[in-house]
């Protein structure tokens, strides 16, 4: 801004080029001025003196006007956000703003006349070399995106957009830190990296994992299967436990024929045929038993009212012996595709369930009805008993591993979830559960 020194000095300036002129006018006129005409050209050289006052004044605030914005545009140019560096091809940084200094850790005064690949890190100066180029070339603005090396080695990362001048001696580049947007896209890059590289062995994880839930829930089957073998051993005791005495009575009434001397030849072969019969019957019995025990391999269509009747076969003496009567009814012949030994295996775990409640509630009348049907291409098959229901409160968890109300040495809870789990995942069926009035019922759909 202007200051009263400087004011002064200009009026009187002024005064001296107008009395000079004053002067030269007088000069050039032949004649002295008359008192009339001196009077007018007094008059006329006030107005012009107040004229060039008024200009002067205006001129002065015009000024005023340009220092204020220049002082204002310079506040804006160097505390802008982004650094502003004007840049020749030759002598390098020619001038600079407050935030481009600090952009390149360094005073204004230490930046001119430096070149500004000084500071441009080793990796990216080909580009920004490249770059600069192609701005000096032409009179379109230019981008690029370089790591810069401050003072005292610390690195950032910048976007550059620059434009020269027409005669391309000089250009304006607007330097932007964008070290924190390209640390987000590095991190954001990487977790897209590490996201993909999940995506690809994604399913072969959850191949392996079914395979491995398929080898546990095989090896569940196998434990179940243990557990039902000793109620099985039971079971052929009892089926045993007639021929056994069948063939004890005749080995007895032997010497009482001979001694009576009834005993022939053909009475031999009675006996020895009755005996056979016996034997043939109990070796039947094991084998049945064997096959049952024996893992299915494969996938195979069965008749599901065979394996009914043969589970049927295989307790039913010794729930008699405990005075349950099972009963099994069917409509047609409903087939499954699946496996059949593991099929029985679900149709053992629910009657012997029916028989540890039948037992342990000491139902009179106590009965176990099978029915097995067919139903739009599905085997339904329902095993219900008089027994008295579930709790309301278990029904939901009766399929969940370990769940039990027996005590640990009668049950582990294990029964259910495995028929489950043959059902639903080997087969591709349902099992589920209800409360009948007096019983529960299971309904086995494949
Ligand atoms: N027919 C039924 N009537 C009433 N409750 C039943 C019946 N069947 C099963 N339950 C209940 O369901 C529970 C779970 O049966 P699950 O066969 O899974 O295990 P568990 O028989 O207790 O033991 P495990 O079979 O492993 O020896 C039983 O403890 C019993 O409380
Ligand atoms: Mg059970």
Partial sequence: MKNADDTAGETSQLRRQAEERLSKAEAEMSRPLTGEEAQRLYH???????????????????????????????????????????????????????????????????????????????????????????????????????????????????????????????????????????????????????????????????????????????????????????????NIAHQWRQPLNSLGLYIQELPLDISSGTFSAETAEIYVDKCMQLITHMSQTIDDFRSFFR???????????????????????????????????TEGDPRVTGFPNEYAQVLLNILMNARDELVGRDVDDALISIHAAENGGKSIVTIADNAGGIAPEILDRLFDPYFTTKEPDKGTGVGLFMSQTIIEKNMGGRLTVRNTGNGAEFRIEV
């Fill in 295 to 329: 893992s299915d391999k494969k996938i195979v269509p069965f008749g599901v009212a065979q394996v009914i009747r043969q589970t049927i076969s295989m307790v039913e003496k010794s729930y008699l012996d405990q005075r349950i009567r099972i009963s099994f009814a």
């Fill in 44 to 234: 006329e050289l006030q107005v012009h003196q107040i004229e060039l006052e008024m200009q002067n004044a205006e001129l002065r605030q015009s000024r005023n006007e340009v220092e204020e914005a220049l002082e204002k545009y310079t506040g804006l140019y160097d505390f802008a956000p982004v650094g502003y560096f004007t840049l020749t091809r030759d002598t390098g940084i020619v001038a600079v703003n407050l935030t481009g200094a600090g952009l390149l850790g360094s005073g204004r005064s230490r930046l001119i006349g430096r070149p500004f690949e000084l500071f441009v890190a080793e990796e990216s100066r080909a580009s920004f070399t490249a770059f600069l180029g192609k701005v000096f070339a032409g009179q379109i603005k230019q981008t690029c995106e370089v790591a810069l090396l401050k003072e005292g080695n610390n690195r950032l990362f910048v976007q550059i957009e620059a434009l020269s001048d027409t005669p391309g001696n000089e250009c304006r580049a607007a330097v932007i830190d964008i070290t924190e947007r390209r640390r987000a896209e590095d991190a954001l890059a990487e977790k897209r990296r590490e996201l993909e590289e999940l995506n690809r062995t994604l399913k072969s994880r959850i191949v392996q994992a079914v395979v491995e839930l398929r080898e546990k829930d095989q090896m569940l089957i196998l434990q179940d299967r243990r557990a039902v073998m000793g109620e099985m051993i039971n």
